[in-house]
């Protein structure tokens, strides 16, 4: 087939060159942001003047015919096309004639696939919000059940202090709503209208930009042609977002993957979101997490390639920019596969609340306590803290933990420990003598989960 722009050539592209340069196979996925693009683009040509308002409607409805064939498996896409763009334009001017090659009139490929990549990113972004809405309502839901639940925090992975499984949900609850609130402000930049840019220096037809901008719902059009077609920052804002948002779902995973071992014993899959050893028997995987896990460093080679991608080229577009479609569909649809897989894992597994209180139990979670409890009759906190050390020590030589010493061997170390040091010290203590606003008691979490709710309530 001969090229929409093969008028300056004498030559025939190699048949290896239009594999090589074609994008159809995957930016056919923006289709229906292609065609709603030109919709728009049309009617503002025929309001304006620059086609006659008969051209302009015929190719509106022309282009919802095409739109309809896509969607009913009517159109097989050519590579000899190239793109999205202009495999819309063939099907367009078979299916309406000369009309159809007037659609092209004020705009570049250049600024229309910078279009529909933003429209097609916002949709998605939509997509991908809901889901985050979704997962937070579920940690919620979560958290109101494990209020009571208590298990032992660390840092360096090392047992710290004892804190309720809700405590530990809503902590995930904070980052994804910060994951949340990243894809919507990142929203606001890509929702900006480059149509009318061109290919790089605007064009000398009278376009009514705003108009197409208010039609396609736009919060604004670029202000500068060059920057309009040449940069994909919000493309790469947008891995950014993600790689965030995986990130947080592959530390939750790698806590799970953690639990669910022997020697934590703290959760259990569900066997539906587990897996068998074709050779032991014996094995439950927990190879959806693992496999999140395994993603996050997908998506954020996505977000390096794109970062890459753009570093050296020169204003303005460069056809190393088509590179830039896969990548971030990629981290997508990555994302976009692993956010509800993880939230009916996390729904649908075992907690088991004695193992975790057992866990909180050991390890002198509550060394800290037995501190504080030392400040308040009077001691200075640095004292109280080397007493507490040496008590740790002798506890560790006698194989006990420190609620499990006598008081006499309390005393052993300071005169000023008495009968109430056991209740001072005792989990349910520890815990929710921690009222501060964001700590683990019981009250301040359920506090910590109604705000969350109203925040919900309220998107």
């Not at 494990?146 to 992975?157: A, F, S, V």
């Amino acid at each position: 087939m001969s090229k929409l722009w093969g008028g300056r050539f004498q030559k025939s592209t190699d048949k290896k060159v239009d594999d090589f340069n074609s994008s159809i196979r995957f930016d056919k996925r923006m289709y229906k942001q292609d065609i709603t693009g030109s919709i728009a683009h049309a009617k503002m040509l025929g309001k304006q003047g620059i086609i006659a308002m008969e051209d302009s409607k015929k190719i509106v409805a022309g282009l919802l015919e095409v739109l309809s064939d896509i969607e009913s498996g009517k159109v097989e896409f050519l590579i000899d096309a190239e793109d999205i763009h202009m495999n819309v334009e063939k099907l367009l001017t078979d299916k309406i004639g000369e009309s159809g090659k007037r659609l092209h009139t004020g705009r570049s490929r250049n600024d229309q696939v910078a279009l529909d990549l933003r429209m097609y990113l916002m949709d998605e972004t939509s997509e991908i919000s809901e889901m985050l809405k979704a997962l937070l309502e579920g940690l919620i839901t979560l958290a109101k059940d494990h209020t009571d639940t208590i298990m032992p925090g660390y840092t360096h992975l090392q047992k710290a202090q004892p804190i309720t499984f809700a405590h530990h949900l809503m902590a995930y609850f904070e980052m994804i709503k910060r994951d949340l609130e990243r894809l919507s402000d990142c929203r606001k930049r890509t929702n900006i209208l480059p149509l009318g840019s061109g290919a790089l220096a605007g064009t000398t037809y009278p376009l009514d930009r705003q108009f197409v901008a208010d039609e396609l719902g736009f919060y604004g059009v670029t202000m500068n042609s060059l920057d309009g077609v040449s940069d994909r920052d919000f493309a790469i804002e947008l891995a950014s977002c993600l790689s965030m948002i995986m990130m947080h779902l592959s530390r939750f995973s790698e806590e799970l993957i953690l639990w669910s071992s022997h020697e934590f014993s703290f959760v259990e899959m569900d066997d539906a979101y587990s897996t068998g050893s074709s050779i032991m028997p014996q094995k439950k995987n927990p190879d959806v997490a693992e496999l999140i896990r395994g993603k996050t460093g997908r998506v954020y080679g996505d977000l390096m390639g794109l970062l890459t991608m753009m570093k050296g080229i020169p204003l303005a577009y460069n056809k190393d920019m088509q590179e830039d479609k896969e990548q971030i569909f990629d981290a997508v649809d990555t994302v976009k596969l692993c956010i509800p897989v993880f939230l009916d894992m996390i729904m649908t597994m075992t907690v088991k609340k004695d193992n975790m209180l057992k866990g909180a139990k050991g390890g002198f979670t509550n060394a800290t306590d037995v501190a504080d409890y030392l400040v308040k009759k009077g001691m200075p906190f640095r004292d109280a803290h080397e007493v507490v050390g040496k008590l740790v020590f002798y506890s560790i030589s006698m194989d006990k933990n420190l609620d499990d010493l006598s008081i006499d061997e309390f005393k052993q170390f300071s005169d000023i420990i008495e009968e109430d040091v056991y209740d001072a010290i005792s989990m349910e203590t520890c815990v929710n003598g921690r009222t501060v606003v964001g700590g683990p008691a019981k009250e301040t979490v359920k506090n910590a989960i109604r705000i969350a709710e109203e925040y919900i309530t309220n998107l």
